[in-house]
């Protein structure tokens, strides 16, 4: 099975703090994504990478970098964590192509909800 | 950017039906259905790459009609385990750029 592994399943941490999500993917996917859930919003999307040491912002990169120094890994970093950034965030991958089976498929990791006091 | 879901949530009972609509204001290349349940995260559900093209799984289907730049989702004679919310999700050419609608939270009672 393809495992999307988040290290954290619960923080909290204080406003001010530099906060990093990690997130590890088992199946060689080149692309690696970032959402945000909250209530009503839906899942948006943060940052994007379709190749180590490639990033693309989202729709809300805001107060966000990420991180991928290796084909597996892709972190979320925030940098000076305040109290709107408080909320659900979920680490996704899929494999690159077009019509292959499996392609475009997004696996998610089980999420980490992160508090800022 | 995000599409739009509509609606925002619908009650059923055991064996009714429900669609779940998505609507991008952007050019399609694919549409994407995924599921989550409470406290669980999003399960893919089906993709659909054609306009006009049409896919099923058990009793949840699906249609997507590229020029309008929408898709729909059909679920027939609900069961328990259909609660959840649905996400209908759209990806750029490359495969890359992928964001979703709202959601749909669905809830069917016994």
């Known amino acids: 099975d393809v495992k999307v592994t988040q290290s954290s399943r619960y923080l909290v941490k204080r406003t001010g703090e530099k906060v990093f999500l990690e997130c590890v993917q088992d199946m060689d996917h080149e692309n690696m994504f970032w959402y945000r859930q909250d209530p009503g919003l839906g899942l948006r999307l943060i940052y994007f990478?379709?190749?180590?040491?490639?990033?693309e912002k989202g729709d809300i990169p805001e107060g966000y970098s990420v991180s991928r120094e290796k084909k597996e890994r892709f972190s979320l970093i925030l940098e000076s964590a305040s109290t709107n950034q408080t909320s659900m965030y979920l680490c996704a991958s899929s494999l690159m192509g077009q019509g292959a089976p499996g392609a475009n498929v997004l696996t998610f990791g089980a999420g980490s909800r992160l508090t800022v006091l | 950017q995000q599409p739009v879901q509509s609606p925002q949530a619908v009650i059923l009972r055991e064996g009714e039906d429900a669609v779940i609509n998505c609507s991008s204001s952007?050019?399609?290349?694919?549409v994407h259905w995924y599921r989550q349940k409470h406290g669980e995260a999003p399960v893919f559900l089906m993709i659909l790459l054609k306009g006009g093209e049409q896919k099923g799984h058990d009793k949840i289907s699906a249609s997507f009609n590229e020029k309008k730049q929408q898709s729909s989702l059909y679920l027939t004679a609900s069961q328990l385990s259909y609660s959840g919310t649905y996400f209908c999700g759209t990806v750029d050419n490359y495969g890359q750029n992928f964001v979703f609608g709202p959601g749909t939270r669905l809830s069917v009672l016994p």
């Open positions: 952007k050019a399609l290349y694919s």
């Open positions: 990478s379709y190749d180590v040491k490639m990033k």
